[in-house]
């Protein structure tokens, strides 16, 4: 039978090699998938919690790779790898890197120079890796949890609250998100911002 995926707006599809990455057979629908990563996810937290982590340690290509790892190694064979192909959205893979050290460095300056108020910095670093893509999935999850570790680790304040809501599941929390996203992407940061801290 296998892996049966429904998106909904603003998910990357898998393809067919990306499925075949699946750790556990047994997951055939949605709710099931959306379940086992959420453990997994809830483990990465909790590794992000319970660890000191230095500026140079987060700000890195390493870093990146090796969260999206703990949020989804045990169900993915690929997590923590930048993806091999082209999606609906995001950079042209053969770019990821040298996207993601560019966004590295600017994130270097703009702490170095104090560019942004910390919340901001936070959530441009986290919209820029989320628009560069660099996983086959779990982009915005991974993004979202950049983003805390940021202001938690290198600013020492609490991490966001994301509206408390599941924002992977279809609804107005989800639509407010990416509503927010979109701002973003047209220049208007602080809708993401007010979502980020809501």
């Given at each position: 039978?296998?892996?049966?995926?429904?998106?909904?707006?603003?998910?990357?599809?898998?393809?067919?090699?990306?499925?075949?990455?699946l750790?556990?057979p047994?997951?055939?629908?949605?709710?099931?998938?959306?379940?086992?990563?959420?453990?997994?996810?809830?483990?990465?937290?909790?590794?992000?919690?319970?660890?000191?982590f230095?500026?140079?340690?987060?700000?890195?290509?390493?870093?990146?790779?090796?969260?999206?790892?703990?949020?989804?190694?045990?169900?993915?064979?690929?997590?923590?790898?930048?993806?091999?192909?082209?999606?609906?959205?995001?950079?042209?893979?053969?770019?990821?890197?040298?996207m993601?050290?560019?966004?590295?460095?600017?994130?270097?300056?703009?702490?170095?120079?104090?560019?942004?108020?910390?919340?901001?910095?936070?959530?441009?670093?986290?919209?820029?890796?989320?628009?560069?893509?660099?996983?086959?999935?779990?982009?915005?999850?991974?993004?979202?949890?950049?983003?805390?570790v940021?202001?938690?680790?290198?600013?020492?304040?609490?991490?966001?609250?994301?509206?408390?809501?599941?924002?992977?599941?279809?609804?107005?929390?989800?639509?407010?998100?990416?509503?927010?996203?979109?701002?973003?992407?047209?220049?208007?940061?602080?809708?993401?911002?007010?979502?980020?801290?809501?």
């Amino acid at each position: 039978m296998g892996l049966n995926l429904e998106y909904i707006g603003g998910q990357t599809p898998l393809d067919d090699e990306e499925r075949k990455g699946l750790l556990i057979p047994s997951i055939t629908t949605r709710e099931e998938l959306d379940e086992f990563e959420q453990q997994n996810i809830e483990k990465a937290i909790e590794w992000t919690l319970n660890r000191k982590f230095s500026k140079e340690n987060i700000i890195s290509e390493d870093f990146v790779r090796e969260l999206h790892k703990k949020m989804f190694g045990d169900v993915w064979r690929w997590a923590g790898e930048f993806r091999k192909s082209e999606k609906n959205l995001g950079a042209d893979w053969f770019q990821i890197e040298t996207m993601l050290r560019q966004l590295n460095d600017d994130c270097y300056f703009w702490i170095e120079n104090k560019t942004y108020q910390e919340e901001e910095l936070s959530i441009r670093y986290k919209h820029r890796i989320v628009r560069i893509h660099c996983f086959a999935n779990g982009n915005g999850r991974h993004s979202r949890l950049m983003g805390d570790v940021l202001i938690n680790h290198i600013f020492g304040k609490p991490v966001f609250t994301w509206s408390h809501a599941n924002i992977t599941k279809k609804g107005e929390t989800r639509s407010n998100y990416l509503n927010a996203i979109r701002a973003a992407d047209n220049g208007d940061i602080n809708p993401l911002i007010e979502f980020a801290k809501s």
